[in-house]
């Protein structure tokens, strides 16, 4: 029965990974593809929680930790991008 | 009694982050994308690890550590990078949706200009 519920959870999050990858894919514009891929980067991070919880073992979280980092740091590179500036200013 | 609270926080993370996922679909340009998804996201993410720590209970103080350290985390650094993101979009010249009745941010740049002329 709980394997039922988390294989659902995990199902609701494929869906929503799904989602993001359409508009990655989609996207008209550059920036589209860049919100997509933010928005991809925080939904990995509930897989891990949800691993976390169904295995118990506490090191996904970790992964999940770095995948956040990660992420940050590629948006705001991205970003960066975008608006045309070099890394530094 | 903290198993119900912890399931309850975790459907309610999984119901945001599907929400803010069919926004990023559903919405008419990037800014409205951006705000909806990014909102919706960071909300249900942090529900969804506060449900972890929930659940996981007392005998596993790691993983609770390690998820609330995670939804704090997620909390400071996604309006950062969506804020960014926002600002990146804007300077690399995205239109608006043709709808919009205001571009405050462009007044703001570029006094005088406002949004029915540009």
Redesign the interface.
Same mark, same amino acid.
């Given at each position: 029965m709980t394997e039922m519920w988390y294989n659902a !959870?995990f199902a %609701?999050?494929v869906? +929503?990974c799904a989602? +993001?990858l359409?508009?990655i894919g989609r996207g008209p $514009? !550059?920036? /589209?593809r !860049? %919100?997509?891929i /933010? =928005?991809l980067g925080? %939904?990995v %991070? +509930?897989f891990t #929680?949800?691993l &976390?919880?169904k295995t #118990?073992k /506490?090191y996904y979280?970790?992964v999940?930790?770095a995948w &956040? =980092?990660l $992420?940050?740091i590629g948006?705001?590179a991205? !970003?960066?991008?975008?608006?045309?500036k070099g890394f530094d200013e | 009694m903290s198993e119900i609270v912890g399931t309850v926080l975790l459907v309610a993370g999984l119901v945001f982050n599907f929400l803010g996922c069919v926004g990023l679909i559903r919405l008419p340009d990037v800014y409205n994308r951006l705000q909806a998804a990014t909102k919706c996201v960071t909300l249900g993410t942090c529900l969804l690890l506060i449900g972890v720590a929930v659940l996981a209970g007392g005998g596993a103080a790691p993983v609770i550590v390690k998820a609330l350290l995670c939804m704090v985390f997620i909390l400071i650094t996604s309006p950062t990078a969506a804020h960014a993101l926002a600002r990146g979009a804007h300077a690399s010249g995205v239109k608006l949706w043709e709808q919009s009745v205001a571009d405050k941010y462009l007044e703001d740049r570029e006094p005088g200009v406002t949004n029915e002329e540009a």
């Open positions: !959870a %609701v999050l869906l +929503c989602m +993001c359409y508009r $514009s !550059a920036p /589209d !860049a %919100v997509a /933010d =928005i925080i %939904v %991070v +509930c #929680g949800l &976390a919880l #118990g /506490d979280l970790n999940g930790i &956040a =980092i $992420s940050f948006s705001i991205l !970003a960066k991008h975008l608006e045309g | -």
